[in-house]
């Protein structure tokens, strides 16, 4: 598989770092612009480093649900979704079937979602941090972490060294900080290096994404197809994704994988079988720019924060098991960390006790259930087994309108109807059942 992390800029002269700042924000993706914005907004000296120029690609479906509408929304980002894309719904086909499943009329989420691709979207949020007053600098890449000296409240990060350019022209440059954001996304060396370890034996994704031409880039529905073939015919785990861009499309697919069933699929591979398989009905043109990568999943991570540090976005494991979302919570993360700022300024234990406490308070249950959901949905055949049941037959509509809005999380906990009950409920046992029966599973968003 490709190894979708890019290579560092290849400016030659990146802009200087300076020797300090108040919060430090490295990677700025989604998580990092919204983390940046949020907390310049608040009065904080931030400084947003990234390793590559912007504007930068970034191996992903550039779906965005209603749930992530709405985050761009809390971000100050809601006019970008103009010119774009309306997308109504989910159409689910797979096994002899197709529902057209629109998103929940639900008072929380808008019942709009769209698509943009990430070249245009992270610029673009990085522009809305910077025009809030962030210092940003390209082309410097993370390389190393020092630590000041241990306290009863913990190590705390003093600084981090950064490194520009190759060769002769290679410079390193380190900047002190009071606060550091870990927004690196899924190769995450920084936070390696400050004992953020990705649980990879738990459900994670592999997923391969391209982009092609067809004239029905305006249709109104995202498209999911459960029930994927390779070239031969055979049916192989995974499912496919079309999102219309306006004037042409997303088309991806990915797997679930776990040690236990690890996906043995190669995705890049299937993605050239699915186009095949839409050719005609999309009227497709050869996909181009196909890239894969691996998705972390379900807060899958051993460590999210200590005295004065932090993971949020990718580098915390928060995307969404049952669809591969990440964008959004990358972008709450990031807001939600903003916001704790000056509480753990105040504590001594600053953020070490704090996020992971608010991750698991607004994460734990929902992902604890779509891991496990998500985990059974790795067993081999399981899919066929349930698939038709979902997809054909009088009640189709409505298994799917409710898969659709749990699928997407778009549930809170004020939600009184039956499905929301159920789900909040389940979640809630799931929880339970992971602390007694798979203690391994503790350190999610634990310390
Ligand atoms: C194939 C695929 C399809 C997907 N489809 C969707 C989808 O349709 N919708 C959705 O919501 N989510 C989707 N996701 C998930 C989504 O892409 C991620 O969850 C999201 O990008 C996370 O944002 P982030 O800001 O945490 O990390 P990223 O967007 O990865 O940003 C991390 C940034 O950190 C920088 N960086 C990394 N290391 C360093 C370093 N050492 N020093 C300096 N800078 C560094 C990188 O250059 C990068 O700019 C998909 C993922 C994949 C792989």
Redesign the pocket.
Known sequence: MNN???A?SQSPSPAPLPDRCEVLV????????ATARAAALAGHDVLL????DFP?D????????PR?VHALSRAGALDLLDGRPTLGGLALHGFGGSVHAPWPDHGAFPTRGT?IP?TTL?AALRDRALAAGARGATG????SVQLGDAAASGTPVESVT?RAGHGARQTTRTVACRFLVL????????ARQLGVQWLRGLVH?V???SYCTTPFGADPWIHSHLELRDADGVAQPGYG?I?PLGDGV?L?C?ALSTTRHPAKVNVKKLLVSYADDQRDSWQLGTPERV?????PMGGAVSRVAGVNWAA????AA??NPL????????LES?LDLAALLPDAARSPRGLADVWPAHLRERYGDAFSLARRLATLLTMPGLLAAVGPLGLRGPLAPQVMGAAARLMGNLVTPEDRDLTARVWLGAGKLSVGHDRFWHPESRPLFGR
């Open positions: 979708s992390s890019p560092p490295v990677g700025a993706g989604p998580a990092g612009a480093v990234d390793m590559q930068r970034k191996t992903c479906g550039d779906g965005l649900t992530a698509a990430r992270d410097w890449k993370a390389v950064f927004a690196e996304g899924v190769r995450s060396g920084i994704g997923a391969a994404r994704w999102f997303n991806g990915g890239t894969s990568a691996l998705l949020v976005g990718d580098t928060l995307v669809n591969g979302e990440g964008i959004d919570y990358a990031g």
